[in-house]
T-cell receptor, first 112, second 115 residues
Framework: GESVGLHLPTLSVQEGDNSIINCAYS??????FIWYKQESGKGPQFIID?????DKRQGQRVTVLLNKTVKHLSLQIAATQPGDSAVYFC???????????FGAGTRLFVKA | DTGVSQDPRHKITKRGQNVTFRCDPI?????LYWYRQTLGQGPEFLTY????????KSRLLSDRFSAERPKGSFSTLEIQRTEQGDSAMYLC?????????????FGEGSRLTVL
């Protein structure tokens, strides 16, 4: 069946550097691709999403890139801070938030 | 706090017992979702409500699992005859149907440990 997966289970970056978290997806029919951040003991928190007809979207310190040709999604975090340490999940849905499918997650460690 | 609220936050039970979790979504949200998350994994979709109607159930939701949202507000997830494999974090999320794109608002989860 359809799945959303991630290339790397862990990523370690120096404080102040940029982070790039990658994700592969397999459902070409998905309308929205979303990044969530999950801190220990908490539920996932929405970071940013991108619609399938876009290839780039920017937020505050974050950028999401979508490459539909190779079914690849990435999250770029600029000037990574200790507070960015968390597990990041990519996810996809068919629009309207219905049945969002999550990948396995990448743990981001930020070294001071 | 006007976010999604889940209760209890932690539940330890013996195998074979029944457990029930409650979720209070954000008040104006008409969509409510249940997910299950095990250690090191992403949340797995279990079921989804729009108002009081349960519109989809995952194959992960065996006959021992039942979810309700009787008045289109809060929801309950009951697990009967719990098994050790049911140990997980049960996450509830809500969203607005109108104009919604990708954002789900999650609660902090109910962690179940089955001994």
């Amino acid at each position: 069946g359809e799945s959303v997966g991630l290339h790397l289970p862990t990523l370690s970056v120096q404080e102040g550097d940029n982070s790039i978290i990658n994700c592969a997806y397999s459902n070409s029919a998905s309308d929205y691709f979303i990044w969530y951040k999950q801190e220990s003991g908490k539920g996932p928190q929405f970071i940013i999403d991108i619609r399938s007809n876009m290839d780039k979207r920017q937020g505050q310190r974050v950028t999401v890139l979508l490459n539909k040709t190779v079914k690849h999604l990435s999250l770029q975090i600029a000037a990574t801070q200790p507070g960015d340490s968390a597990v990041y999940f990519c996810a996809e849905n068919m629009g309207g938030g219905f049945k969002t499918i999550f990948g396995a997650g990448t743990r981001l460690f930020v070294k001071a | 706090d006007t976010g999604v609220s889940q209760d209890p936050r932690h539940k330890i039970t013996k195998r074979g017992q029944n457990v029930t979790f409650r979720c209070d979504p954000i008040s104006e949200h008409n969509r409510l979702y249940w997910y299950r998350q095990t250690l090191g994994q992403g949340p797995e979709f279990l079921t989804y409500f729009q108002n009081e109607a349960q519109l989809e159930k995952s194959r992960l939701l065996s006959d021992r699992f039942s979810a309700e949202r009787p008045k289109g507000s809060f929801s309950t997830l009951e697990i009967q005859r719990t098994e050790q494999g049911d140990s997980a974090m049960y996450l509830c999320a809500s969203s607005l149907a109108r104009g919604n794109t990708g954002e789900l608002f999650f609660g902090e989860g109910s962690r179940l440990t089955v001994l």
